[in-house]
């Protein structure tokens, strides 16, 4: 296993480090703007006829079979220290049964000796794993390719392709040509052999948007709203002049809130599977995404501090997160979770 050293990484390999180091240290959370979801609450059923024994909280998704819906999001590779906390992350989903995704593989395929950051199979054989790239680099040279090479890396189930246009925006190296990315999205779908997911990265899809991504030939959305870590607050704390903070932080509550985001895709994604994400912090979150449509909740940040900790944290946050689905799920009267998915919300 090839490592390299801090003085001779390169520049994708610092920031990712910063990012790291940014989210666990910084407060990075929407300042203002929630996730919508406390707008939402569940019907109280004080006699539900269903023992919790008999509660399923399973789904499959690719045809995998998820002990419970929920999706460590993708987060983190491309250094040492992401190498740990991928492998502790990793060893949490295998034990409970959870589905992973892994962060922008950009850093393994342009520096080879950091692919090992990403590789988690030798501990997560049977997990459903996400890959995942930066759409906008179809406009800085990717292709059908590069995403291949993400897949294979890994030993992925699908890949995720990210919409980061307003972190872009904000970095001062960052890529910012979006445009026309739309048909090279398609081209991927129709090559690439495996399912292929949009995810936002913290400020949700429009309708549209979605609409536009499930004409393209996606197999799933991942909302990925506003209300949980906001990456413009990310750039502010390593903008490197005051100019580039202060544009970062005006942009700091911008985005669909989560809720906003995943009733914006259930109705645009033609029937396709939906991920919430985006500032989701408990089971009630996830149950209460699933009854306005999703399949499944994904968390970043709580999972990132539990795995900073160890694996036995990030496993008992999955055993947590699981327990407080299946008690929703309970005390609103669903047995499964397409039960839960009919379960109407009260707005208050």
């Not at 959305?221 to 704390?237: L, P």
């Amino acid at each position: 296993m090839s490592k390299v050293t801090d003085s001779e990484s390169p520049s994708i390999e610092n920031r990712k480090t910063e990012h790291i180091r940014i989210n666990l240290e910084k407060d990075v959370q929407f300042p203002r703007l929630s996730t919508g979801l406390e707008h939402y609450r569940f019907m109280h059923q004080a006699l539900p006829e269903i023992d919790l024994r008999d509660v399923d909280s399973r789904v499959t998704l690719f045809g995998k079979t998820l002990n419970a819906p929920i999706l460590i999001s993708s987060m983190t590779g491309g250094t040492d220290l992401a190498y740990q906390l991928n492998q502790r992350l990793a060893e949490a989903a295998q034990a409970t049964g959870v589905a992973m995704g892994l962060g922008s593989q950009r850093a393994g395929i342009e520096h080879p000796e950091l692919a090992y950051t990403y590789q988690v199979r030798n501990v997560a054989p049977d997990i459903l794993l996400l890959a995942n790239l930066g759409a906008v680099q179809f406009n800085y040279g990717y292709g059908p390719d590069h995403c291949r090479r993400a897949v294979d890396m890994i030993d992925a189930d699908a890949l995720i392709l990210h919409f980061n246009v307003l972190q872009e925006a904000v970095q001062p190296e960052g890529d910012t040509n979006f445009a026309g990315l739309l048909a090279k999205v398609e081209e991927v779908c129709k090559v690439l052999k495996v399912p292929v997911i949009a995810k936002e990265v913290g400020w949700g899809f429009s309708e549209r948007d979605v609409r536009n991504l499930a004409n393209a030939g996606v197999a799933a959305i991942d909302v990925a709203g506003s209300g949980g870590t906001s990456w413009s607050e990310v750039e502010y704390h390593r903008a490197p002049t005051a100019f580039h903070a202060r544009v970062a932080a005006s942009f700091a509550d911008w985005g669909i809130p989560t809720a906003d985001a995943v009733q914006y895709a259930v109705r645009g994604a033609a029937g396709l599977p939906v991920i919430a994400s985006g500032g989701l912090r408990d089971g009630i979150d996830i149950a209460k995404c699933i009854a306005l449509g999703a399949s499944a909740g994904g968390l970043a940040g709580p999972f990132l501090k539990a795995a900073d900790h160890s694996t036995e944290a990030a496993e008992q946050l999955v055993r947590e997160l699981t327990a407080q689905v299946r008690i929703a799920m309970l005390c609103s009267g669903a047995r499964t979770i397409a039960e839960l998915q009919a379960t109407p919300l009260m707005r208050v």
